[in-house]
């Protein structure tokens, strides 16, 4: 059976493998879930489709036993169920491959696939247990190290450390949160294979994503959430269009181009010349790279995650120190200097990791967007931070970039995944750059939250903003990029102007094969 046919009619009997009805969950100043209803048949992928805010998230977390409802019931395989813990939806055979990561930074893979469970007791026999994990990953085609810690991994490799933790415990319904987001397209393949091997076993999945295109290609039915209710339920993926869909999250029609104007290059603003930088495992990471950004233009950088565009982007911006080579903004090399070098020269920095690097979860949203600007009136007066204004301009900020929160005082944590981009965005954006470092920035974004961002990126380039963009969405790189340069083992592999450019040739040049050479076999 193919991924977005029709269910027979058996897959409509009950009970159903999942059931939630009349689900309630307030947080203060928010209803993020009003009434809803939600069902898992057996053997089946359902997407759950919603803006970011929606509240997708947040059933999901209640059905995985991290929230209480505040009202309504959810029953598993025709039985009520009341979930106290995510231990107690892993019993009942629910696990959730979180968005943001649950992960000890300093343990290995394989302890934090086994973090939790009773077996082992005592006495941990890592070398058997590894084993296990490498069985695992060849059965499902996830690879990644069983020794190394989660530190030393990319995001991508978190992320499928994650999805072995679940399977590890032996999850019959897999609730996946923005599984893909950190996925190259080719793990992407991957792992719809892998979710079409569980659901032929009868295993059912909840695939939560903001890309259309794979869900219309993976999940059988269709739920879409707006503002915290249902907009429309259980629709056959069969019989939805990208378009219907943009529609029923946002509540509008979403236009997918976008309309980038010709603007003449100006002077060379940003320059990396010839640098080399390691890695979290010392290991190079950065050989030798070289690229000019102009004043007006975005310069893409097209690579397979892991293959040095992280680390690219935390040279230029201070965050990690290159061995070789010499960083140029406006004239002067800022290599090896603190961030605030950068900040000084006014450089926009927008990370992959928006939670780690791009926000202090911890304080409000008023005080992650002053962040640049706190040393300076009118936020400051010498030491004395004038509260204030501190108010007033977030408020602005958060009206001006339409940051959907109950005040300027909740806790950026608080914030859905495309509102705190949005908030990091209005912090950067709004302290007028000459550079702009964008890592990811549409990851993990509704479609019309990717709308925004885009069109705030254009509107950037328009007013003379020179901008690298990092994405690993190659459709995203020929959109908004005026050239493509292709990165592999931190080497420089070529570039391409973007009206030229074509998918394969990226991919060649992302394969390792310099730009105007043949691939070899």
């Known amino acids: 059976m193919s991924a977005s046919a029709p269910l027979p009619d058996s897959a409509s009997s009950i009970p159903y493998a999942v059931e939630m009805r009349g689900i309630v969950k307030r947080f203060p100043g928010v209803l993020a879930n009003d009434h809803v ?31 209480r409802p505040d009202a309504g019931l959810i029953r598993v395989n025709g039985r009520p169920v009341h979930f106290n813990s995510p231990r107690d939806a892993i019993a009942a055979g629910l696990g959730m491959v979180h968005q943001h990561f649950m992960l000890v930074p300093t343990q290995t893979v394989t302890e934090n696939i086994i973090l939790g469970l009773s077996e082992p007791r005592f006495f941990l026999p890592l070398d058997q247990l590894d084993q ?36 590890y415990r032996g999850a019959n319904v897999l609730i996946m949160d923005e599984p893909t987001a950190v996925l190259t397209p080719q793990e992407v393949e991957e792992l719809f294979h892998t979710l079409r091997a569980m659901v032929a076993r009868g295993h059912s999945v909840i695939f939560i994503s903001h890309k259309l295109d794979e869900v219309l290609k993976i999940s059988n039915r269709i739920t879409v959430l707006r503002q915290g209710r249902v907009a429309a339920s259980g629709i056959p993926a069969h019989e939805a269009t990208k378009a219907q869909l943009a529609q029923l999250m946002v509540g509008r029609e979403v236009v997918f181009t976008v309309r980038k104007k010709p603007v003449q290059p100006g002077e060379v603003v940003l320059s990396v010349e010839d640098v080399c930088a390691e890695n979290d495992r010392g290991l190079p990471a950065l050989r030798h790279f070289s690229i000019q950004v102009r004043a007006g233009e975005i310069v893409g950088i097209a690579g397979v995650a892991g293959n040095g565009q992280s680390e690219l982007a935390q040279v230029i911006t201070g965050l990690r120190r290159c061995s070789c080579g010499r960083v140029v903004i406006a004239g002067e090399d800022i290599a090896n200097r603190p961030p605030r070098a950068a900040i000084e020269r006014h450089v926009a920095h927008i990370p992959e990791d928006r939670h780690g690097v791009g926000s202090s979860p911890g304080l409000s949203l008023a005080e992650n967007l002053i962040m640049k600007s706190h040393r300076r009136p009118p936020i400051s007066n010498g030491w004395v931070l004038n509260l204030p204004m501190i108010r007033r301009q977030a408020a602005q900020l958060k009206d001006e970039y339409n940051i959907i929160a109950p005040s300027v005082e909740v806790q950026a944590r608080l914030l859905s995944g495309g509102n705190l981009q949005k908030a990091i965005l209005a912090r950067e954006i709004s302290a007028g750059p000459r550079l702009i470092i964008a890592v990811q920035p549409t990851r993990g974004l509704d479609v019309g939250a990717i709308e925004t961002v885009q069109n705030l990126l254009l509107k950037e380039r328009e007013h003379g903003a020179a901008i690298l963009l990092i994405s690993e969405e190659l459709e995203e790189l020929l959109t908004l990029s005026d050239r493509i340069v292709g990165m592999y083992e931190g080497r420089h592999m070529g570039e391409l ?12 040049m992302m394969a390792g094969t310099p730009q105007g050479k043949p691939a070899t076999r």
């Open 497 to 508: 102007n973007a009206e030229e450019a074509t998918l394969a040739a990226i991919g060649l």
């Open 132 to 167: 296990r994990v490498l069985a695992l990953q060849e059965q499902y085609g996830l690879r990644v190290d069983p020794k190394a810690r989660i530190w030393q991994l990319s995001v991508g490799e978190q992320q499928r450390v994650e999805i072995l933790k679940m399977l």
């Open 37 to 67: 209803d939600f069902d898992l048949r057996p053997g089946e992928v359902h997407a759950l489709l919603g803006e970011n805010g929606a509240g997708k998230s947040t059933l999901m977390n209640i059905l995985s036993g991290l929230y």
